[in-house]
Every structure is written in C-alpha cells, then in structure tokens.
C-alpha cells in the first residue's frame, strides 16, 4: 500500500464546474497536508495547506481534511481552463519533515 | 523577492558520468530540500539540510549526497550516473523545519537527462 494515494486521473471537467479530488494516507500520525499544482514541465506549486479537521477555502479552491478516515480533498470551484493540471497531494509526519507526495491527479478542464 | 533558483536547467550526461546540481533558498530560509520526479510519478524526498546539517535521507543509494553552505545554498551530487536517474530534480525551501506549519517552496528544477 501507498503511504499517499490519488486517483490518476485525468478528471474531465466542463468549464465553470466543481472539479473534486480525493487523497488518501495510510499513517495515521501525519500532521500537516498540502495541496500543489504542477503544470507539464513545470515544478509544484503550493496552492493549500491544511493542518486540522475541517474545511479551509482560498478562493476558488477548498481543502477537506478527516483525519479520522485518512483523507484529504481538494475543490475547484468554477473550473478554468488554465486549472487544467497535474495536482500533488503531500503530507509530512511530523514538523518540517519530509513531504511524501502522491502521484498526482490529471485534471483536464474543457472550454 | 526571489523565489528558489537552481542551476543548471538543462543538463545532459553520460552513464558513469558525474553531475552537480545548485539550489539557492528563498531569502530567510534555512532549509532545503532534495526530491527527484520521474516522468510521470510524483516527487521522491533525497536529502533534507538544515543549518548545514543533514536532517533527512530519502531511499537513495550512496551515489548521492549533498552538502549545505553558510549561506543555505545547497548542492546535490550524483556519482556513477545511471539512466534510471534521468529525472527532475527539485530543491525546496523552508523557514524552520520545526513548526507543524512550515511548509516547502520549491526551485524550477533541474532536467537531467542520462544517455
């Protein structure tokens, strides 16, 4: 098993939609998770960070976090074109250690 | 400000070669990072320096190290190149590897290419 998991995708979504992306972690001690955008070629770029149950919204996007049932979620609201992406999820076991990432969801948003 | 720069960009070599590859953190960190991506894969976490010292190694074999400068710049070295090795490589930057909420900024890469 994984130690973080995402659906590879791609996620098609029409322009102005919802777009939903789920990960999921195996250690339970994770502490801190984190949400980043990769464009083709290009490095991660942090979008969200989480740390405690609930939900956090920045703009257009909101990150879910259960820590009870091992998941972590994005949305993007209103869905543009140029959210089409590769997007990571990361979670560090404790303070400032190593991210641990999954492999990423393809997101293709459609004009 | 500036962001996490690494150098070179680019860089071709071939198998048995070595490679040195620069990261320079964003002004005020102390911490870098080390991850090698793999097309299509997400990235993979090779050293963490912190105040000039190691605080992480990654699942990697001892044809890699690195070291890290007063300055917090860091270097990674790769020994007997591999074509398996042909990846991004990615420097990331943080404040103070103690706090639950630090979080990881990371350079443009390098693209390494083993022939």
């Known amino acids: 098993q994984k130690e973080v998991e995402q659906n590879s995708g791609p996620l098609s979504v029409p322009e102005g939609a919802i777009a939903s992306l789920n990960c999921t972690y195996s250690d339970r001690v994770s502490q801190s998770f984190f949400w980043y955008r990769q464009y083709s070629g290009k490095s991660p770029e942090l979008i969200m960070s989480?740390?405690?149950?609930g939900d956090k919204e920045d703009g257009r996007f909101t990150a879910q976090l259960n820590k009870a049932s091992q998941y972590v979620s994005l949305l993007i609201r209103d869905s543009q074109p140029s959210d089409s992406a590769t997007y990571l999820c990361a979670v560090t076991k404790a303070a400032g250690n190593k991210l641990t990432f999954g492999g990423g969801t393809r997101v293709l948003v459609k004009p | 400000d500036a962001g996490v720069t690494q150098s070179p960009t680019h860089l071709i070599k071939t198998r048995g070669q070595h490679v040195t590859l620069r990261c320079s953190p964003i002004s005020g960190h102390k911490s870098v990072s080390w991850y090698q991506q793999v097309l299509g894969q997400g990235p993979q976490f090779i050293f963490q320096y912190y105040e000039k010292e190691e605080r992480g190694r990654g699942n990697f074999p001892d044809r890699f190290s690195a070291r890290q400068f007063p300055n917090y710049s860091s270097e990674l070295n790769v020994n007997a190149l591999l074509l398996g090795d042909s990846a991004l490589y990615l420097c990331?930057?943080?404040?103070?590897?103690?706090?639950?909420?630090?979080?990881?900024?990371f350079g443009p890469g390098t693209r390494l290419t083993v022939l």
């Open positions: 990331a930057s943080s404040l103070v590897p103690e706090t639950t909420t630090d979080t990881q900024y």
């Open positions: 989480i740390y405690s149950n």
